[in-house]
């Protein structure tokens, strides 16, 4: 069975983007995105909400670009060879082979996929992973802790979900970014019981 892996790169203070949406200072330098083309590699599937599907895009072309460094150019490999699934209600077309559309976030047709798989698959951006997380589909949570503080902004993590998380691994950069590698594991989850019921009480599970 293939695991769902939940992978973001954030600020200290969990934000993928700042309140103007920009996220310049997530941008993986040579040692951090050699060690993501690692973690990505065996990837088979990478399930996209349209936004971070928009920026994600750019690789499909990226390998024609004149002075792509070589750790760039095997990241742009490894995700051209990847099946994507980009969910949305208003894209028509894709800008990218291998790649189709979802019009719902169908939990179960996810725990079909994920069954089948040989490969294991990501999911992203936060919004998207939010359903999944709530819907006690995530079985690894990959945070890349940024070196900066941005205030406020886009959430890496959702609201109202208190995943027990076990730490599996962690590794640090000399940019001052850290990766830590969590195993989520799943009881019940959120999508269970209404909200506020969850928060009151407390950390059952995703
Ligand atoms: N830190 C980094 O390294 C980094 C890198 C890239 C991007 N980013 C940032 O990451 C963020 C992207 O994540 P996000 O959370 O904003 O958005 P997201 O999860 O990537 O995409 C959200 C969109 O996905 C679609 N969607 C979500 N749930 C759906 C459902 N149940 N059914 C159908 N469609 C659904 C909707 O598209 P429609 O509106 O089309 O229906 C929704 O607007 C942006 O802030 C971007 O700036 C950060």
Sequence with gaps: ???????????????????DGNFDWAAPDEEVHTFVNDLERPVGTYLYGRRLYEVMAYWETAHTLTDQPPF????????????????????ETVSSARTR????????????????AARDITVGGP??????????????CHLFLAPI???????????????????????????GVIHLRYRTTTEGHADAAPASQVTQQGPRSV
């Design 72 to 91: 760039m150019r095997d990241f742009a490999q490894i995700w051209q060879a990847a099946d994507k699934i980009v969910y949305s209600k208003t894209l």
């Design 127 to 140: 919004d998207l992973a939010a359903q999944a997380i709530k819907a006690g589909l995530v079985d690894e």
């Design 149 to 175: 503080v941005v205030g406020s902004g886009n959430h890496s993590l959702p609201d109202n979900v208190r995943p027990t998380l076990e730490l599996l691994d962690e590794r640090r950069f000399g940019n």
């Design 101 to 116: 559309i979802e019009r719902n976030f169908d939990a179960e047709a996810i725990r079909q996929l994920k069954a089948a």
């Design 1 to 19: 069975m293939a695991k769902l892996i939940y992978s973001a790169i954030t600020s200290l203070d969990g934000y993928v983007a700042d309140a």
